[in-house]
């Protein structure tokens, strides 16, 4: 089995900023692509941001300029640098990853349990 863990979510002020993680572990033979979701109250979930494990990034119009997505492909980890935050940013964010699992031997998309980002004064 293959386990998606986010870290970093919590309240931060207009302005602010946040790192969230997101840790993969399990029975991994490689990982193509992660990414972050996110999905606010009444909203569907979406896209992000996402990077390839040839470090291709793809971001969200809403978000560019403002967020950095990244990995650490010895880490299985991904990370999501997160500035100039905005009420609208505001959301259960999740983690996305495309996965080889050994205990499989198929690429499946594995989710995390999400991490709630709220951005209040």
């Known amino acids: 089995q293959v386990q998606l863990v986010e870290s970093g979510g919590g309240l931060v002020q207009p302005g602010g900023s946040l790192r969230l993680s997101c840790a993969a572990s399990?029975?991994?033979?490689?990982?193509?692509?992660m990414g972050w979701y996110r999905q606010a109250p009444g909203k569907q979930r979406e896209l992000v941001a996402s990077?390839?494990?040839?470090?291709?990034?793809n971001y969200a119009d809403s978000v560019k300029g403002r967020f950095t997505i990244s990995r650490d492909n010895a880490k299985n980890t991904v990370y999501l640098q997160m500035n100039s935050l905005k009420p609208e940013d505001t959301a259960v964010y999740y983690c996305?990853?495309?996965?080889?699992?050994?205990?499989?031997?198929?690429?499946?998309?594995?989710w995390g349990k999400g991490t709630l980002v709220t951005v209040s004064s």
């Open positions: 996305n990853a495309n996965v080889l699992s050994g205990a499989t031997m198929r690429n499946m998309n594995y």
């Open positions: 990077i390839t494990s040839i470090r291709d990034t």
């Open positions: 399990g029975t991994i033979l490689s990982i193509h692509t």
